[in-house]
């Protein structure tokens, strides 16, 4: 059951194939030069790989613009690239799992080309059509301030289509049997090429109903079900991670309450309060995010994550609760997007403060689920604000000080190299941080390779402590009777936790630090007094000295 359900205790690693290592010194990274960095990944600790597009596209929107869904875009390589990526990372235990962006096309998609070419063309009805634009075209657009419509006039098929983000991205006609018999089918391919499953763009898209009439659009839950059946049958330990920004309480309509849905959606309420927490040290949003999240069903998982390819999303926080994220780490307008949002990367938003780096991902990591680290984010890579929208935090990947970094032998790359300030790559890098014990680098893979031997946190049942102290976040997991507790600091002050032996589940007295030789026992009033540091953490083991025989039973 265990090697079934294999993203329960996984370290998921997301690579844009573009950026991370170009191998022929073209400008661009490819799957070659992601081929040679798997023994670096390998090495990190990572045991998943999240591919983002890669498939042919005008690269309007960094891939998620696909013109052909059965490809490699010739920038990044050949179909025999990706097969000799995908057995490297076989041999070498890594899993690998793509993008699947089924809500929607790039407009020069061979199946929009016919579908707007010809009102009779079967493909007319993959996507969504208007006789006249609709009232309210204005309304439900993702990216306010530089999308001002969801439906747009093509003059060739003298309609309107529907796309929900870009007007060079039309909506798939997602309730079309023989477009849903097509994503079937795309999901197919892949997984007969070697991948593990995917991380499917836009669910909330995806299964809406889509029209010109339709005010409020029902889901269809169904398909997921139909998604997943696909992949049983196919092959059995494939996976959907979704990317479905949606309140707590709608959960288990997509994990589907027999668990016959999806396998893991993205946590993104539990992401909101987390940064919440970081910018004002109060963990209360936060600890109720995590209750609110707790239900899934015994298959399902969360992923944990701190930040991504495209904006912070802090939509679902109130007013006031944005505002305090925004003034903490995102200050300046040109650090802001779509009025709901920060666009900057982890280190910058954290000033470079390698307490406050560590401290976020050690909660990352500690948090109910599956962690998502975003590349880059283990050395501390910065951004460059000077770049429009989201490419700011897609700059290529920084391996060494010699020229661009060391992501290729090209003067002139085709995706932006930070070359200046203290994030510049002269300063942050791979080879730097590798030579040194002390490093961002070598902490992250020491903290991966400790959270993988703590499976409770994965697997396990969780309890928010009470410790008494404002900014403190207490997590106990318990699983297969093995326990762990979770101590972090997020204030910038030093305190003192006091913990009952009765609350922390420590009855014989002794709680292991994971971490360090810092081990705790309760003193005669028979409570744990534990001094955390500013911005402090600790990782325990609960039991006695025997626990280390007894993590044989896992």
């Known amino acids: 059951m265990i090697d079934d359900l294999w993203y329960k205790n996984a370290i998921v690693y997301c690579v844009s194939v573009g950026t991370y290592m170009d191998s022929n010194g073209d400008g661009i990274g490819d799957f070659e030069g992601l081929t040679r960095r798997l023994d670096y990944l390998h090495g990190l600790g990572v045991t998943t790989i999240w591919l983002m597009p890669f498939q042919p596209s005008p690269r309007r929107d960094n891939g998620y613009d696909i013109a052909d869904y059965y490809g490699v875009d010739p920038r990044y390589g050949t179909l025999g690239d990706f097969v000799e990526f995908a057995h490297g990372c076989k041999q070498r235990g890594i899993r690998v799992i793509m993008d699947l962006v089924a809500n929607h096309t790039s407009d020069q998609h061979p199946w929009f080309q016919q579908a707007r070419s010809d009102p009779k063309s079967p493909y ?28 747009t006039r093509d003059k060739q098929a003298k309609a309107y289509y529907f796309h929900r983000f870009y007007e060079f991205q039309p909506d798939l006609n997602t ?55 696909f992949l049983q049958w196919r092959q059995g330990d494939a996976i959907i ?42 963990t209360s949003l936060l600890a109720e995010a995590l209750e609110q999240t707790r239900q899934h069903p015994a298959t399902g998982q969360w992923g944990q994550f701190l930040r991504n390819h495209d904006e912070l999303d802090l ?27 920060i666009r900057r990367r982890l280190a910058p938003m954290l000033q470079g403060d390698r307490r406050r780096l560590e401290l976020a991902t050690s909660l990352m990591l500690t948090l109910p689920g599956t962690p998502v680290f975003r590349y880059g984010d283990e050395i501390g890579m910065g951004d460059d604000l000077s770049l429009p929208e989201r490419e700011c935090a897609r700059t290529t990947m920084q391996w060494s000080d010699e020229p661009m970094g060391g992501f290729t032998r090209s003067t002139e790359p085709k995706r932006p190299v930070i070359a200046e300030g203290p994030f510049g790559f002269a300063h942050v890098n791979v080879a730097q941080q590798r030579r040194d014990p002390q490093s ?49 600091n997020l204030r910038a002050e030093a305190c003192e936790v006091r913990l009952d032996p009765e609350v922390s589940g420590s009855h014989d007295g002794l709680l292991i630090n994971l971490l360090s030789e810092e081990h705790s026992r309760p003193e005669e009033q ?21 626990y280390l025989l007894r993590r044989d039973e896992i």
């Open 315 to 341: 939509g679902r926080l109130k007013p006031e609760q944005r505002q305090a994220v925004f003034a903490a780490f995102g200050p300046e307008k040109s650090m802001q997007l779509y009025d709901r949002g």
């Open 440 to 488: 961002l680098l070598n902490w992250t893979e020491r903290m991966i390779r400790m959270r993988k031997e703590v499976p409770e946190i994965g697997w396990g049942e969780f309890s928010v402590l009470d410790t008494d102290v404002p900014g403190v976040l207490a997590i106990r997991y318990d699983w297969r009777n093995n326990s762990v507790l979770m101590l972090h």
């Open 241 to 282: 991670l979704a990317e479905a920004n949606i309140p707590p309480e709608l959960s288990m309509e997509y994990f589907g309450a027999d668990g016959d849905r999806l396998h893991m959606i993205f946590n993104f309420a539990v992401n909101q309060a987390l940064f919440h927490a970081l910018a004002t040290a109060d």
């Open 526 to 546: 028979r409570r744990h007094r534990i001094l955390l540091e500013p911005y402090g953490y600790r990782w325990f083991r609960i039991g006695g000295l025997d």
């Open 175 to 229: 309730a079309n049997p023989h477009v849903q018999a097509e994503i079937l089918k795309i999901m197919g391919f892949w997984l007969q090429l070697g991948v593990c499953g995917f991380r499917m763009d836009a669910v909330p898209f995806v299964i809406a109903e889509k029209g010109a009439n339709i005010r409020e659009p029902a889901a269809n839950y169904d398909m997921l079900r139909t998604f997943r059946e």
């Open 124 to 151: 007319r009805d993959w996507y969504v059509w208007a006789d006249k634009k609709p009232a309210d075209a204005d309304k439900g657009v993702v990216f306010p301030g530089v999308q001002d419509s969801t439906w």
